[in-house]
């Protein structure tokens, strides 16, 4: 008798020790990583389907968690889609509507609330690593610094890493200049990143990370260790990128691995994207990313210029080796991410993001309240804006006088243009966009009206048009 009450009081102990591990992993705020990749093309990495680079880590990542096919920057650029995801807004109300040169305008201004300072203010330890390209006037109080937008911490760069990628020294921690470093860039923003979460940050706290690389972006310089897997490549410039790729994927499965051994892995959503489609015409030079026989590529607002890798984890939430077809954008990540940490958006504000929780956890469409929209400014061909509703994506000239229609789901490499065939739906979605795009620049600040793109590049490229040569110059986004 009295053995088998001893028996009951001890599953007893074990049942309520459970029910309590379970009510505080429930009531536990999830910790949050955002890593994104630089001028990473859709078929950049082996799990969507690169027949070459070697992509381990994240192709593991993949099975791990929920691989996303239709998955879009916010902008063509790099500055833009940063601003989109940390404020869940269109880059052209945000008011970073172009890449951002040094010592120029725009920035993405304090008025705007991003996921770091919400979250931040519900007690999160946040921190920003690598590549920042959100102000011109970097590490100077012009204009604002990541820890004026929530970061508590922040060792990063303006834009590129400088020289290179390799021993660049350029990166600045908390205000104070880091010097040149030794190794390549990834490994170093991924060994800072790591640095933070095993002796940085606030561990009574959840934390917020962001974790930007400069990879695969230009000037490529890649360690030969990861270039030997290509040795068999004839071309090193395609021997170059593709170590580069390598590189990054190496340094995200080490942040990766960092979490297993803090023993974090399984309280930590985690997502995966890049910000903007492969640079160059991938024929010449290292800018040899892929666009997966997309059209169009950096700068453009047709697919291969727009649509990125994006792979998500957050174990026993996401279905591992799931995959969702579903078009969701950069501005997506800021209301994901406060509704993971449960914090309200802010009210007085449009937010054109929807939070993909109901995606990833249920399987459910995504509530958004805008459609998709692209602009971008310096775009490689009149067509400049773009906007998509279900399968059906419209684009046009940056004033609208001109509009293609494609229906994304039978054409997915825009090959056919509906404007003359389907007069209704192109009548349907140009209004649409019209009201939309009315809506945006009435909203945004007007610095974008009479913009000129400024620095060494600009003077590039109007002394190519004076001489009429017909080349288009590189402009270092």
């Not at 400088?162 to 010097?179: E, I, L, Q, R, T």
């Not at 080490?254 to 930590?268: A, F, G, I, V, W």
């Not at 929780?357 to 692209?374: A, F, G, Q």
Request: glycine share 8%; aromatic share 8%.
């Amino acid at each position: 008798m009295h053995l088998n009450l001893r028996l009951i009081a001890f599953f007893i102990s074990i049942i309520t020790a459970f029910t309590s591990w379970c009510s505080a992993s429930e009531t536990t705020p999830p910790t949050i990583i955002i890593f994104l990749a630089d001028d990473l093309g859709y078929g950049d990495l082996a799990c969507y389907g690169h027949p070459v680079i070697k992509t381990p880590h994240l192709d593991r990542f993949a099975q791990q968690g929920m691989k996303l096919t239709q998955c879009y920057s916010a902008s063509a650029v790099c500055s833009p889609s940063r601003s989109a995801i940390l404020t869940g807004r269109t880059p052209y109300r945000n008011g970073v509507f172009t890449w951002i040169p040094e010592n120029q305008l725009p920035f993405l201004r304090t008025s705007e609330i991003t996921s770091a300072k919400l979250l931040r203010a519900k007690g999160y330890d946040t921190a920003h690593v690598g590549k920042w390209h959100l102000n011109g006037y970097f590490n100077n109080p012009t204009h604002p610094q990541p820890s004026d937008h929530g970061f508590n911490h922040w060792y990063s760069t303006q834009n590129n890493a400088a020289p290179s990628h390799k021993n660049p020294n350029n990166f600045v921690s908390d205000g104070k200049p880091v010097g040149e470093l030794q190794g390549f860039s990834a490994e170093l923003v991924a060994d800072e990143a790591i640095r933070w979460l095993k002796s940085g940050r606030d561990k009574t706290k959840p934390f917020f990370l962001c974790v930007w690389t400069h990879e695969p972006h230009l000037p490529i310089e890649s360690d030969p260790k990861f270039q030997s897997p290509y040795q068999n490549i004839e071309n090193p410039d395609i021997r170059q990128h593709h170590g580069n790729v390598s590189q990054m994927d190496d340094a995200f499965g080490r942040l990766m691995k960092s979490l297993d051994e803090l023993q974090l892995t399984d309280s930590t959503f985690v997502a995966f994207t890049a910000d903007n489609g492969p640079e160059g015409n991938g024929a010449n030079g290292r800018t040899r990313g892929s666009t997966g026989g997309l059209r169009g590529r950096k700068r453009d607002v047709y697919e291969g210029g727009i649509r990125v890798p994006g792979i998500v984890r957050w174990p026993g939430k996401i279905q591992p080796g799931s995959v969702s077809g579903t078009p969701v954008i950069g501005s997506d990540w800021f209301p994901t991410v406060c509704e993971i940490a449960k914090t309200s958006l802010p009210s007085d504000r449009v937010i054109d993001g929807g939070s993909l929780l109901p995606l990833l956890t249920k399987s459910e469409p995504v509530v958004r309240s805008k459609p998709l929209y692209w602009r971008c400014n310096i775009a490689r061909t009149p067509i400049k804006t773009a906007m998509r509703i279900g399968d059906w994506k419209i684009v046009a000239t940056e004033d609208l006088s001109r509009m293609e229609l494609y229906n994304l789901k039978v054409d997915i490499a825009e090959t056919t243009d509906l404007s003359k065939t389907n007069p209704a739906k192109l009548a349907e979605m140009k209004s649409a966009l019209i009201s939309l795009n009315t809506e945006i620049e009435a909203e945004g600040p007007t610095w974008w009206k009479g913009y000129q793109e400024s620095g060494p590049n600009a003077a590039k490229k109007k002394e190519a048009g004076k001489k009429k040569s017909g080349s288009k110059s590189k402009v270092s986004e």
